[in-house]
């Protein structure tokens, strides 16, 4: 069995060179386990409060301001690519071993904006270290309820949804994948398990395979474009 994010190096096979698997035809989806996305945050001395803000002032100044990112094909740095190449903007990426490590470059100024996970940006922004834009999602997080989202920023095309899905080998048996679907489901609605998510911005959610296979295959072919459109170089 083998748990991914719908961001990763195992569901997006565009960033191999030469892919030794194919996700549709070599892995059964169980379900999905959770959801999270990824934070906007930027430096508290960058001059913006909105994100139409942060845009104006990057147009402004083509090729001056750069963004921190968890590293190449990690979902901070998808996201941040999907904002640079679907707004037409002139920004870097820098890329961090780590969520840890690019937020912590934001926070001393060293990179005034970044794309993160939840987990390691919201305490800097609770704290006032960071100024949080906007959450890369239809919804806002609990974590972060003051923070908005893409489409009330302005930017409804900024989405960047990160799905814990649970896979198994194709062949599995079919009334092991309804067990294993039925266990997940039992496990998900825990409330210790709710709270630990909560602790890395993560929200519990329930699918049948079914749904599960269908919003993996279509957060492949999106993410594969935006590899594209970025010039990113398989490995």
Same mark, same amino acid.
């Given at each position: 069995m083998l748990v991914v994010n719908s961001i990763s190096y195992v569901t997006n096979p565009a960033l191999f060179k030469e892919a030794t698997y194919d996700l549709k035809k070599d892995?059964?989806?169980?379900?999905?386990?959770?959801?999270?996305?990824?934070?906007?945050?930027?430096?508290?001395?960058?001059?913006v409060q909105t994100v139409k803000e942060l845009v104006a002032l990057i147009k402004a100044n083509g090729g001056k301001y750069s963004y921190a990112s968890p590293g190449f094909g990690m979902a901070g740095s998808m996201t941040?690519?999907?904002?640079?190449?679907?707004?037409?903007?002139?920004?870097?990426?820098? @890329?961090?071993?780590? +969520? &840890?490590?690019?937020?912590?470059? *934001?926070?001393?100024?060293?990179?005034l904006i970044a794309f993160s996970s939840p987990a390691a940006a919201a305490p800097q922004i609770t704290a006032g270290r960071l100024r949080g834009l906007a959450v890369a999602a239809k919804a806002r997080l609990p974590a972060l309820p003051d923070v908005p989202t893409m489409p009330e920023a302005g930017f409804p095309e900024i989405e960047c949804n990160v799905w814990e899905t649970v896979l198994v080998p194709t062949g599995t048996p079919s009334d092991i994948v309804r067990q294993l679907n039925r266990e997940i489901a039992t496990i998900v609605e825990l409330p210790d398990f709710a709270m630990r998510l909560a602790?890395?911005?993560?929200?519990?959610?329930?699918?049948? @395979?079914?749904?599960? +296979? &269908?919003?993996?295959?279509?957060? *492949?072919?999106?993410?594969?474009?935006?590899?594209?459109?970025?010039?990113?170089?398989?490995?």
């Open positions: 892995f059964t989806a169980i379900a999905l386990a959770a959801l999270t996305s990824q934070v906007l945050c930027v430096h508290p001395s960058l001059p941040g690519e999907l904002f640079r190449t679907s707004l037409g903007l002139d920004l870097v990426q820098v @890329p961090f071993n780590g +969520a &840890g490590p690019a937020i912590e470059s *934001t926070v001393a100024g060293h990179t602790e890395f911005g993560f929200t519990p959610f329930q699918s049948t @395979p079914d749904e599960a +296979a &269908g919003r993996l295959a279509p957060e *492949t072919e999106k993410w594969a474009k935006v590899i594209q459109a970025a010039g990113i170089k398989p490995e």
